[in-house]
């Protein structure tokens, strides 16, 4: 990779910490930043507004293991990467650091951006048949139809707490939500669902579980394919394997994966930072009870100020090449620093300035990987949030903003928890409306995975009897919690 200019600016005295101070370490040498550890996790976008005033809108940083590449923060600059896969190819078997030996085969940068068989690691034509596949595949979905999934599970999740009068909605509702609506999305056995859930979780934390969730997950999935070819549904994975593109069975695996993984993380901290908002900010639940502001606005609005994703992995550049005057070279890994682009002051001069009804932000990308789940996750967390402040319009914060936890990574900036409280409501038995499907027809899995993610419990399945339902299961954990 091209070094970064070795003039006196990168040893700025005015930016550079005194000695002793814990932002040395964030600091290496060359003056790149990492985009890791206590400093950077402690607030990324303050790192971004430096690295921006230091270098502009492309930055020199590193990696976990010290492994470079760029940071690029430039509204303009980002959505030029995102729509030039000619220059920037989304294949990371081509970055020169991996082919030099020099990544590390534990590095937890891998499991991020490894390539795998499907969309995301493919450019051009490739890309195109898988992306027609998903595309295609997901548009076969009644949208009115998703959405009556998300108002019935999301009042199933809020009968289990509306009678206590306090609740986390970190863990109780954002986390279960998306994982719900998407295990029904992709046909999946409703008994899987919380363990998939928490396989999720453990995952994305990168816990000493991860590893084992990750092919517990994989497990599930396999399976899922094996039976769908058998006992097709209206489905993602029955649509995917009977797509033209003829997708293998092991590319509609890796898809399966690629929408779990991506949609849940990403959506479960679209709904909590929503719920955030509206929760500690009076303005702007004055203005959704004023009618001056929809939900959709303001999940619009988190879009711009909290996307889900801070820093998007990543693309390779094909060639030698110039990005805001930079000399990036053939190999170099940058990544996409969309929190930071949607704050750059080319778009947004003033950021108190509400964007409403503005879908221009970097959250979901651009280009021809532009997110394919928008309006499900979109779906996902206004239909929630609305239902919320509907069933409960006393919720509160029940511990101060300022003692709200977030949890960051490189990629991922997400509210830990937010404890909340309001009076205590009376909850009827659900209405058969709202049951979760009759599970009774649908084929039992072959085989129940066992040992996942670090667990010696099956999932239950019951071959004869009645079938415990998926929502009896999320019931169980949380009253457990
Ligand atoms: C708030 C929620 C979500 C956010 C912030 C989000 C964000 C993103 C971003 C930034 C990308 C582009 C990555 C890149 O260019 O490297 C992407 C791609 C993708 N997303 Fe999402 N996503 C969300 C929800 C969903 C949902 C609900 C689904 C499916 C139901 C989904 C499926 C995908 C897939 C399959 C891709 C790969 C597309 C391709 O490579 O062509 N996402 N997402």
Redesign the pocket.
């Known amino acids: 990779m091209t070094p970064p200019s070795p003039d006196l600016s990168d040893h700025d005295s005015t930016l550079a910490p005194p000695p002793g101070c814990p932002a040395h370490a964030r600091r290496a040498a060359g003056g790149s930043t990492r985009l890791y550890g206590p400093e950077y996790e402690a607030d990324p976008m303050r790192v971004f507004e430096q690295l921006r005033a230091k270098h502009g809108a492309v930055a020199p940083v590193l990696l976990t293991g010290d492994l470079p590449g760029w940071l690029v923060l430039g509204y303009r600059e980002i959505l030029e990467v995102?729509r030039t896969p000619g220059r920037f190819s989304?294949d990371s078997r081509i970055w020169n650091e991996l082919k030099q030996g020099r990544v590390p085969q534990d590095s937890p940068v891998l499991p991020v951006i490894a390539w795998r068989p499907?969309?995301?690691s493919a450019d051009g034509e490739e890309?195109r048949r898988l992306?027609d596949a998903?595309n295609e595949s997901?548009g076969r979905f009644d949208r009115r139809g998703i959405r009556r999934y998300v108002t019935r599970f999301t009042h199933q999740l809020i009968d289990a707490f509306a009678a206590d009068g306090q609740a986390e909605l970190v863990t109780q509702f954002a986390q279960q939500l998306?994982m719900i609506v998407?295990t029904q999305?992709l046909g999946m056995p409703e008994e899987y669902g919380p363990r998939i859930v928490e396989a999720a979780t453990e995952l994305v934390k990168g816990s000493e579980k991860a590893v084992a969730s990750h092919q517990y997950i994989m497990e599930v999935l396999r399976e899922l394919v094996a039976r769908k070819h058998t006992a097709p549904g209206p489905d993602l994975a029955s649509w995917l394997i009977d797509h033209p593109a003829k997708l293998s069975d092991e590319e509609v695996v890796n898809?399966l994966w690629?929408?779990l993984i991506?949609?849940n993380e990403?959506?479960t901290?679209?709904m909590a930072s929503t719920l955030r908002m509206v929760l500690t900010d009076q303005r702007f639940r004055a203005s959704l009870t004023g009618g001056h502001m929809t939900l959709p606005d303001a999940v619009e609005q988190v879009?711009w100020d909290e996307?889900?994703?801070t820093v998007?992995?990543a693309r390779w550049a094909t060639c030698d090449t110039k990005l805001a005057g930079r000399s990036i070279q053939a190999g170099d890994m940058l990544v996409l620093g969309?929190a930071g682009g949607n704050v750059d002051s080319a778009v947004r001069p003033d950021l108190n300035t509400p964007m409403h009804g503005n879908r221009s932000h970097l959250?979901?990308?651009g280009?021809?990987?532009?997110?394919?789940?928008?309006d499900?996750?979109r779906a996902?967390?206004d239909t929630a949030v609305d239902a919320l402040l509907m069933r409960l319009p006393d919720i509160q914060l029940s511990v101060l903003e300022s003692e709200l936890l977030w949890r960051s990574s490189t990629w991922t900036r997400h509210l830990v928890a937010l404890p909340v409280q309001f009076a205590p409501r009376r909850v009827d038995p659900v209405p058969a409306a709202r049951r979760p499907r009759d599970t009774a027809a649908r084929p039992a899995p072959q085989s129940a995975p066992a040992e996942a993610a670090g667990s010696t419990q099956s999932p239950p399945v019951h071959a004869g009897g009645p079938r415990r339902s998926w929502w009896q299961s999320v019931k169980r954990r949380l009253l457990r919690r």
């Open positions: 995102l989304h499907d969309c995301l890309h992306r998903i997901m998306p998407l999305m898809h690629l929408v991506a949609a990403n959506t901290s679209l879009l996307p889900p994703t998007v992995p969309v959250a979901f990308g280009g021809p990987h532009e997110c394919p789940g928008r499900v996750a996902i967390a």
